[in-house]
């Protein structure tokens, strides 16, 4: 993918410098060095994308990423200054192995309540095997981890007067969620979107899914629940969800505000509608020719 050879370049100069650390990846890629994204909003993830929030009462942790992620997750947090016990509440994107493969780990050590939208709960719980798509494919299950709240569309989280909401955003998985809450850098109030995944998976026909057959229309209402919502900082589960590289390079050379986008999340879903719509267009005709 071009996105990540494009950061395992700049990798040198990103990945975290303590002792031993300097060669340790990911699955897929070098864990970037933490950094404030706005107020007390923080990035502790690699391409991945892996976000603190901090409140008066403790940590909110937004993914988990892969399996072998939590040890250079939790020394982003350290480097942050916070412990990591402090986290009090983990969320995901969604159940994919790259967003949720961490989890048992991270609940392991920190005692953090694991909350996750209602269609991912089985996928979570069974480490991957309930998946749909990737259920049966060696190398993307993970430990299972219980879920000790299950959220539905439209639930608050709340830690230390900070109140996230969750958006049911299905398709990507069943339980897809895009998460939003308020911030203040300063003195300006932003409204944050954590997309929580819009993109197509390798071999889940969106015409015809046995396995998911409301997987187009799912995906269709994600698209119009992100639209809809008011969005200044977007984020998201992958990099190139929300131009990460770039922006990462302004807040190097002193840019605060380079992650205060309102057009980042229309761009964004303007790309994801096209190739869903490409695709389904696809099927369709494959569905409708002559056997």
């Not at 020394?75 to 192995?97: P, T, Y």
């Not at 049911?168 to 997309?195: E, N, P, Q």
């Not at 984020?235 to 131009?243: I, M, R, S």
């Amino acid at each position: 993918m071009n996105s990540r050879r494009m950061l395992k370049a700049l990798a040198g100069l990103l990945v975290l410098s303590a002792p031993g650390l300097q060669a340790a990846t990911t699955q897929t890629d070098p864990q970037l060095a933490p950094f404030r994204i706005a107020g007390d909003l923080y990035y502790v993830g690699s391409l991945h994308g892996a976000f603190l929030v901090k409140t008066p009462k403790g940590l909110i942790l937004i993914n988990s990423n892969y399996p072998d992620s939590p040890p250079l997750i939790r020394q982003s947090v350290e480097k942050l200054g916070f412990k990591w016990e402090d986290i009090k509440i983990l969320l995901i994107s969604h159940s994919h192995i790259d967003h949720a493969g961490g989890s048992a780990q991270i609940v392991k050590e920190t005692g953090a309540r694991y909350m996750v939208m209602d269609g991912d709960v089985d996928v979570v719980e069974s480490g991957g095997k309930a998946d749909p798509n990737y259920g049966g494919e060696g190398g993307q299950t993970y430990p299972a981890a219980h879920v000790d709240r299950v959220i539905h569309d439209g639930d608050k989280v709340e830690l230390g007067g900070v109140t996230l909401t969750a958006h049911l955003t299905a398709g990507h998985t069943k339980g897809t969620t895009t998460w939003t809450f308020d911030g203040r850098s300063g003195g300006k109030l932003l409204h944050v979107v954590v997309i929580g995944g819009s993109t197509l998976n390798k071999n889940a026909p969106l015409v015809g899914n046995a396995k998911y057959p409301q997987i187009a229309e799912d995906y269709r209402k994600g698209f119009a629940v992100v639209r809809s919502l008011p969005c200044d900082v977007p984020l998201g589960a992958h990099d190139w969800y929300f131009d990460l590289q770039d922006k990462y390079k302004r807040v190097t050379a002193g840019d605060t505000a380079a992650f205060v986008d309102p057009q980042g999340c229309t761009r964004f879903m303007d790309k994801a509608e096209a190739a869903f719509a490409k695709q389904y267009n696809v099927e369709l005709a494959k569905e409708g020719a002559p056997k």
